[in-house]
Every structure is written in structure tokens, then in C-alpha cells.
């Protein structure tokens, strides 16, 4: 009896196994001769070059100091490095041999030319919203390129995990394979921002948190997370910033690279910014900004708030500077005040840090980042920089300084462990650099 449970089980585990593998299996799509780059409409190649802005596709195919699209960026995750790959036309190490539908297919699907399943860390689980018309015109794009010949590198996933073959498995839990689909109860502004936000931008790639097998969570959607070793806040109602994220303010801060009542886009949302939603029309970044301003409903929340709120922490703007017998408020005018003291009314070249996100965040990270690494002059403001003080100023005055305006500039419980997290975030910075 026994015997005959055990090769029954056997057997279902081998059907099982049978039906996942061809489940799984994906054919290879035919190579086909490199396009000529003088058969694409230059209007389609223009569409696609600010549709790969929209998607960051440069910042991710491009590794530090190499060629532009050529791929090798390494992607660090809780279960190894993932290197970008090249997808610039080159015929042998590109993907100048993929065909239009091959592409799609990697966008759509997850599932490279030859068959194989992508790993996650390429978004597809956000591209297969992407239209036809706008893959169409990324295709355009990007067979336009100059082709540069750039091997693929080795990723790091330890055995099992780097049987690509699993991820059809990972696909089946966590992958809707469907174009976007208008919300038909909201403007046609806020669907495009929706569209954009929700496919090519992949927002919720950096401010979702992501479950034990790295899928995002769908049940905390944009609700915040930790990514390349900065906290990516909340686009919900549950951010912390002093004054809610208004419509205008999204769009200054996503055009621009700063907003009055917010601060200055550093670390890897400076690259979002300049280097991606910079290719796309102020319409779009209008709709994005209206898709999030519904989302954390600021326009119920600022209603007869903002002017408090801005007033109250204009009201701490001077402190340290009206020389109290503090050696922390003498540190922070050493140190900061002469370039965030505002004496009327918060300035974007002044960012006033009261109502600053790094200072209510429930954790120091942002915080210590920007005065370790500063803020370069392409990284926020156009035009307007920040020193880095890892230099200048050691763990001990670090954890001073945030401790002294945790305190000065919000009613927030005092962040603890202060000198061993700044120890902590500069080792890791130096190991990366």
C-alpha cells in the first residue's frame, strides 16, 4: 500500500513537473539582419527617445563611466547582482538581431529572443502596460543607436536562482500579463499619468516594498521603501512631509528638480529627474503629478492647513542663528545656516529644512546621505549645489546635526544610535566608491 502511495506521488510530481516545464517553455524567435536605420520615421524614433527617458532606460543600461545603452550597470539585490544588458543594435551582443516582435516580447513578457525568461530586475511586471504603438517607437529608437559591442556580464544569483527558467513560476504569482486599462471614473489627464506612472516610469519599482521573493506588494502600493540605500517615501497619504504633496508641487519637483515646500531631489531620484522625465513634455509630468496628487489627497489634506504649517516652521527658521548658548545651534550655523536660514517666505535655493521629508522620516538615512554626499549641481536645483561634508565633518558632529534638527525643526520622537548609523552609511558609501 505504501509502496503504491509512494509511486503515485511520485508520478504527480513528474506530471507536475512536465506541465510546468511546458508551461514554461518559451520558443526562440528567429534572428533577423540588423534593421537599416534609415527605414524608421524620424518622428517614431523621436517618440521612443522620450518614451526611454519616461522608463530611465539609460540609467540602467548604462554602467558607471561606460557607453551609453551598452548595459553591464550592476543592480544589487537580497539575492545577488543582476547585470543590465546590452540593448544597443549591435548584432552580437546587443539586440540588433531582435525583431520587432522579439522586442515586445521582452517587454511584454519577460522573455528574451532566444527563449530564455528574464529576471525581474528588468520591470517587465510594469512594461507589459506599455502600449504596442509606444513599444513600436522604442524599438525605433533604440535599433537607431550607435551599436557597441559590450559582453554580457556574469550575474552573481547562486544556484537555483539563476535557473532563468524559474521566473515563469515567479511570473504565474506576481505578473498580469495586460496592457494599462483606463480608469474610466477619472479624467483623461490623470489616466495618462497613470499610464506613464504605473508602466514606463515604473514609479512603484523603488516606492513599493517587495515581499520575500521580490515581487512588489501589491497591498502596499507606493506606500514607501528602501532602494540603493536611500528611503524612497511614501506617494501615498502616509508621507511625512509637514505640507502635503500638491499637485503644483509634484510637478515643480519632477520638472525642475526641486519645490519650495519640499527640498531638492538627490541620490537616485535625481537621475529620475534629469536624466529621465527630463525627455518628456510638460503635459506628461502634469499628468504624472495630478496621478499622485489624487493618490495621497492633498487637495482635502492642505485645506486650511498650509499656511499653519508653513508658518510654524518659518518661525524655526532663525534658530541657531540668534547665537542660543547651544553648541549644537553653533555647529548647524557653522555648518548649514547660512544657506537654509529664510527669513520671510521658503525659497527653492533655500530649502527650508523644517519641511524637509529627510527630517520626518521615521529613520536618519536620507538625512545623513545628503550631508555626507551633498547635492551636486545637476542633482537637484539647475544650478544650485551642496558641499558634502564627509570630509569635514565626522560621525559624532553628523549625529549632532541631525539630532539638534530632528529636534529644533519637528515635534518627531528623537532618532536613536545616531553616530553607529552614520558609521554605518559611510562605510557603505566608501565601499562603493
Same mark, same amino acid.
Given at each position: ?22 508551461? /514554461? ?11 537599416? &536605420? ?39 539585490? !537580497? ?28 517587454? +511584454? ?9 528574464? @529576471? ?7 512594461? %507589459? ?7 513600436? &517607437?522604442?524599438?525605433?529608437? @533604440?535599433? %537607431? ?56 516610469? +515604473?514609479?512603484?519599482?523603488? +516606492? ?27 506617494? %501615498?497619504?502616509?508621507? !511625512?512631509?509637514?505640507? !502635503? ?24 531620484? #535625481? ?18 503629478? %495630478? ?15 498650509? $499656511? ?49 521629508? &529627510? ?30 561634508? /564627509? +570630509? ?24 536613536? #544610535? ?9 562605510? $557603505? ?5
Amino acid at each position: 500500500m505504501l509502496k503504491r502511495i509512494a509511486i503515485g506521488f511520485i508520478g504527480l510530481c513528474v506530471l507536475g513537473g512536465l506541465g510546468f516545464l511546458a508551461l /514554461a517553455w518559451r520558443s526562440s524567435i528567429a534572428p533577423i539582419d540588423p534593421p537599416a &536605420a534609415a527605414g524608421f520615421p524620424r518622428e517614431l524614433i523621436a517618440k521612443g527617445e522620450a518614451l526611454a527617458g519616461a522608463g530611465y532606460c539609460a540609467t540602467c543600461h548604462t554602467a558607471k563611466g561606460g557607453a551609453t545603452y551598452a548595459g553591464g550597470y550592476g543592480m544589487p539585490t !537580497p539575492f545577488g547582482i543582476i547585470y543590465s544588458t546590452n540593448i544597443t543594435p549591435d548584432p552580437e551582443t546587443g539586440i540588433g538581431r531582435w525583431s520587432e516582435a522579439a522586442f515586445a516580447r521582452a517587454m +511584454h513578457e519577460g522573455v528574451a529572443r532566444d527563449g530564455t525568461h528574464l @529576471f525581474p530586475a528588468f520591470p517587465f511586471d510594469h512594461f %507589459t502596460k506599455v502600449t504596442d504603438e509606444d513599444v513600436k &517607437a522604442l524599438y525605433a529608437y @533604440f535599433m %537607431t543607436r550607435p551599436p557597441i559591442r559590450a559582453p554580457a556580464q556574469t550575474n552573481t544569483l547562486p544556484f537555483p536562482l539563476n535557473i532563468r527558467l524559474l521566473q515563469a513560476g515567479w511570473k504565474l504569482l506576481f505578473v498580469t500579463n495586460r496592457r494599462y486599462q483606463p480608469d474610466t471614473t477619472k479624467s483623461a489627464e490623470w489616466n495618462r499619468g497613470a499610464y506613464l506612472a504605473e508602466g514606463l516610469s +515604473h514609479c512603484g519599482a523603488c +516606492h513599493t516594498s517587495r515581499n520575500l521573493l521580490g515581487a512588489e506588494e501589491s497591498s502596499h502600493a507606493y506606500a514607501g521603501a528602501v532602494i540603493d540605500g536611500w528611503i524612497a517615501p511614501a506617494l %501615498t497619504d502616509a508621507n !511625512p512631509a509637514p505640507v !502635503p504633496w500638491s499637485q503644483a508641487d509634484l510637478f515643480s519637483y519632477l520638472r525642475s528638480g526641486s519645490s519650495a515646500l519640499h527640498g531638492t531631489a538627490a541620490g537616485s531620484m #535625481s537621475a529620475v529627474v534629469h536624466d529621465g522625465l527630463a525627455e518628456l513634455p510638460d503635459s506628461d509630468i502634469q499628468a504624472i503629478a %495630478t496621478y499622485f496628487a489624487d493618490i495621497n489627497r492633498s487637495a482635502t489634506r492642505a485645506a486650511g492647513s498650509q $499656511e499653519s504649517i508653513i508658518s510654524k516652521a518659518m518661525s524655526t527658521s532663525d534658530l541657531g542663528v540668534r547665537q542660543e548658548p547651544d553648541p549644537d545651534a553653533r555647529l548647524y550655523v557653522a555648518a548649514c545656516g547660512s544657506c537654509h536660514y529664510n527669513s520671510e517666505t521658503p525659497l527653492e535655493a533655500r530649502p527650508e529644512l523644517a519641511l524637509n521629508t &529627510a527630517l520626518t522620516l521615521p529613520e536618519p538615512t536620507n538625512f545623513i546621505r545628503v550631508v555626507l554626499d551633498g547635492i551636486g549641481i545637476r542633482d537637484g536645483m539647475p544650478g544650485v549645489m551642496m558641499p558634502g561634508f /564627509a +570630509h569635514a565633518l565626522g560621525n559624532a558632529d553628523i549625529a549632532r546635526l541631525a539630532a539638534y534638527l530632528r529636534r529644533t525643526r519637528t515635534e518627531l520622537p528623537a532618532w536613536t #544610535s545616531l553616530e553607529s548609523k552614520v558609521a554605518a552609511i559611510r562605510k $557603505e558609501r566608501e565601499a562603493s566608491q
